[in-house]
């Protein structure tokens, strides 16, 4: 990442990788649901076990760079205790208990061979994330494109590059 790239753009550069990611997710559930050969789900399975070390690694990256660079700076102008920036978190939290409840089922299905908890949360998962990134990039980043000064993107974008 440049430390001259604008951290909102580094920020949208992020949400393209995560929506690709749960294009992809969103694929597997549809065929796992359609695919009858105990195999082929099993192949299905070890996708999965791939999105969710993305989660675990790229995505916990993008939610720190947020809440430990940006948020607390746009913080000092909107307020974290309540609106946009809370809600933020809140969906960040939400988001990290769905992946935690989504690698249990799969790797509880080796067991049950039920994947229907598995589409359920799976599902659950793409609609937060995507609405959450709809609302970061259509409300938040506006706010903070409007609040934030030249100074105090350059030290956003220097935090966020410190985060690994």
């Not at 076990?49 to 700076?73: G, S």
């Not at 061979?113 to 598995?118: A, E, H, V």
């Not at 409007?146 to 590059?161: A, D, T």
Request: hydrophobic share 40%.
């Amino acid at each position: 990442m440049d430390t001259n790239l604008d951290p909102i753009t580094a920020l949208k550069s992020d949400h393209e990788a995560v929506r690709a990611v749960l294009n992809n997710l969103g694929g597997y559930l549809k065929k796992i649901s359609s695919v009858s050969s105990d195999g082929l789900r099993n192949n299905l399975i070890n996708q999965l076990n791939e999105i969710t070390a993305f989660i675990d690694r790229d995505l916990e990256i993008h939610f720190k760079k947020e809440e430990e660079a940006l948020f607390p700076v746009l913080g000092n102008y909107i307020g974290t205790e309540t609106g946009p920036v809370h809600v933020m978190l809140i969906e960040h939290k939400n988001s990290r208990e769905l992946s935690s409840e989504f690698k249990l089922k799969i790797n509880g299905y080796q067991q049950s061979k039920d994947f229907k908890p598995i589409t359920d949360i799976g599902n659950s998962f793409i609609k937060l994330l995507s609405e959450h990134i709809d609302k970061e990039e259509n409300i938040l980043f506006n706010m903070a494109d409007i609040q934030l000064s030249q100074n105090e993107k350059r030290g956003i974008m220097l935090k966020m590059l410190a985060i690994k």
